[in-house]
């Protein structure tokens, strides 16, 4: 059973940071990519950054410049590093990872969520 978990979300003013970690365990033979994507109340999940195993980021262009994407292949890891975090940054973040896994002896590539992890940016 694969699982992707996330930590790291809380409370934090404007112009601070905070540091979201997602691992994914479980039988896995590959992970092509991972990402992070955010829901606000009222809203449709968007997406936040995305990092192929090669290590090429994408970004929205709202966290450009403010947000940095990275991850430890060896650990099935992948983090987001936020700075001058705004109010309009409040949101449900979730890991999502492009895999292989291993099932009954079978090999299947699939896509995986995290449960999400609350952010909230107020002062």
């Known amino acids: 059973q694969v699982q992707l978990v996330e930590s790291g979300g809380g409370l934090v003013q404007p112009g601070g940071s905070l540091r979201l970690s997602c691992v994914a365990s479980?039988?896995?033979?590959?992970?092509?990519?991972m990402g992070w994507y955010r829901q606000a109340p009222g809203k449709q999940r968007e997406l936040v950054a995305t990092?192929?195993?090669?290590?090429?980021?994408n970004y929205a262009d709202s966290v450009k410049g403010r947000f940095t994407i990275s991850r430890d292949n060896a650990k099935n890891t992948v983090f987001l590093q936020m700075n001058s975090l705004r109010p309009e940054d409040t949101a449900v973040y979730y890991c999502n990872a492009d895999l292989g896994g291993c099932r009954a002896g079978l090999n299947y590539r699939g896509d995986y969520w995290g449960q999400g992890t609350q952010v909230t940016v107020s002062s």
């Open positions: 479980g039988s896995i033979y590959r992970i092509y990519a």
């Open positions: 990092i192929t195993s090669g290590g090429s980021t």
